[in-house]
């Protein structure tokens, strides 16, 4: 249930976001987010591709690619929610899981998804993205380190596991 509820923050937050920067006039973009230091700016960008406007034009791939990804990741999370341990595994499929769904709302409703900021430093400068992104981003890093470390648990002791402890789901 708690991952269920990290799918639902994180999917409605992003989506709020998205929402109070489309509801903004769009001659207010780009601009710095008060307080950064100008180090954080918002934008109000609308992508119709996957990452960086990648095949823009096949729409229909677009909107399924991901849809299918984002099932077989929930039909994964469900199956996985008996198990005990697994945690920071199942953290990061809630992750990229909510994520996902909120990319996948703006896909089928919006015709886009909405990216809204960019951190300004490093090769970051020309990244624009969203919430969900970031999600997606790290919590696909998580699932990256826990198969790392399994790897590394059955080479030295046979079997695997990620999570922070065995006991507990």
């Not at 919006?110 to 969203?130: A, C, I």
Request: hydrophobic share 45%; with cysteine; net charge positive.
């Amino acid at each position: 249930m708690v991952f269920a509820g990290l799918i639902a923050l994180v999917a409605g937050g992003d989506l709020w976001l998205k929402h109070r920067v489309e509801a903004q006039d769009p001659e207010g973009f780009p601009r710095p987010l008060t307080g950064t230091g100008e180090r954080i700016w918002v934008y109000r960008n609308h992508n119709a591709g996957f990452p960086f406007g990648f095949l823009k034009k096949k729409e229909s791939l677009v909107k399924t690619v991901p849809l299918v990804l984002t099932s077989l990741l929930a039909g994964g999370l469900l199956a996985m929610r008996r198990e005990k341990g697994q945690r920071v595994r199942k953290l990061g499929m809630a992750m990229v899981i909510g994520g996902s769904l909120s990319n996948l709302y703006d896909r089928y409703v919006r015709g886009y998804v909405v990216d809204y900021f960019s951190l300004r430093f490093g090769p970051l400068k020309e990244v624009v993205f969203n919430l969900g992104d970031i999600f997606i981003l790290l919590g696909a890093l998580l699932q990256a380190v826990c198969y790392s470390v399994e790897d590394a648990k059955r080479g030295t002791e046979g079997k695997a596991s990620c999570g922070i402890a065995e006991s507990g789901n």
